[in-house]
């Protein structure tokens, strides 16, 4: 997920040839990681985009470890004014593995706490910092939410007004770098970060949330975020 004002800136059969075919693969696959590790975002219309990722096996691959670690960097720079600037990235809360051109239910989300009415820094820097490994939403309110201000995604270097109806509140399940297991329950703005990011692992883009018809609809109950 993009911050608003900046929009967002993620084999053939046969026993003769199996272990020459795992070996391409492994080398593909790490020569993939390796270009991945610049952390350039596909674009809409990349199929990557559509497809829904597979999920990652424990115990994870260095290169998956490594590839975590570089997505929440890349979120960090990309908040740093200074850095951003410099590395000519726009402004970012979340990143998925199917934005880098890669399959895989990897997710990094870096939300940053605000100051307070007085201009005061918070007491901790971000409300939610963490790298999510086959990442899914396992319980839900009824209730909707929706951000005021819409969302916008280094994936898509356009705007797309209207409200993205989301779930207000949600339970999550993931497995961090170590395989551990982990459930946990989001509510405002830290929820749609989450699902907006878990939706790029199942091939949904956000704009897939917002009524075509009418993209400003508030339906009955719905939360608006501002």
Do not use: W
């Amino acid at each position: 997920l993009g911050t608003h004002d900046g929009d967002a800136e993620t084999g053939t059969d046969g026993a003769e040839t199996d272990d020459e075919t795992a070996s391409e693969s492994d080398e593909s696959d790490v020569g993939h990681f390796k270009k991945l590790l610049n952390l350039k975002s596909i674009r809409e219309g990349n199929p990557t985009l559509r497809a829904v990722a597979k999920d990652v096996t424990f115990p994870l691959t260095e290169q998956e470890v490594i590839l975590g670690e570089k997505m929440l960097q890349f979120l960090r720079n990309s908040q740093d004014p200074v850095m951003a600037e410099k590395m000519g990235l726009r402004g970012g809360v979340g990143l998925a593995a199917p934005q880098l051109d890669l399959s895989k239910r990897i997710i990094a989300i870096l939300v940053p706490n605000l100051p307070d009415k007085e201009g005061n820094p918070p007491k901790e820097a971000y409300a939610l910092q963490t790298v999510m490994y086959n990442a899914k939403v396992v319980a839900h309110s009824v209730q909707d939410a929706a951000l005021a201000e819409g969302e916008g995604c280094l994936s898509v270097d356009r705007e797309v007004p209207g409200y993205v109806v989301r779930h207000a509140r949600v339970t999550v399940e993931y497995f961090d770098k170590e395989g551990e297991k982990h459930r946990i329950k989001l509510k405002g703005y830290n929820s749609i970060v989450v699902q907006h990011e878990i939706d790029h692992t199942n091939g949904i883009m956000f704009y897939d949330r917002i009524n075509e018809k009418d993209p400003f609809a508030i339906k009955e109950g719905m939360l608006v975020i501002e």
